[in-house]
């Protein structure tokens, strides 16, 4: 399985980016795709994820009801939708997938994606 995320950019706080993950090789249907961010000096951290054989969804408490996965079964494509953005979300974005238990715990991902940055200025 090989990840391209794309999407990430510069925004003002209070702006909105769309970040895709594309799937090559093996379908995603067969794990959970998650979405993870990391800020200078910081530890990697969850954001989203998506379990596709449920179709259920978790969300860092940080980015409850201003982020939304989704996914694109023909494209094989998983989405992050970030609306009102913040400063504190400026990080490097990473998709990840594998057969997880927790979706939140980054170890238990087996395949990333490169990374895209996202900054939010105040």
């Known amino acids: 399985v090989q990840l391209q995320a794309s999407g990430g950019g510069s925004v003002q706080a209070g702006g909105s980016l769309r970040l895709s993950c594309a799937s090559s090789?093996?379908?995603?249907?067969?794990?959970?795709t998650g979405w993870f961010r990391q800020a200078p000096g910081k530890e990697r951290e969850f954001v989203a994820a998506f379990r596709w054989s449920t179709s259920s969804t978790h969300y860092a408490d940080s980015v409850k009801d201003r982020f939304t996965i989704s996914r694109d079964n023909a494209k094989n494509t998983v989405y992050l939708q970030m609306n009102s953005l913040k400063p504190e979300d400026t990080g490097v974005y990473y998709c990840a997938a594998g057969s997880v238990k927790y979706l939140w715990n980054k170890n238990e991902y087996d395949y990333w994606g490169q990374g895209t940055q996202v900054t939010v200025s105040s």
């Open positions: 090789g093996r379908t995603f249907s067969s794990y959970a």
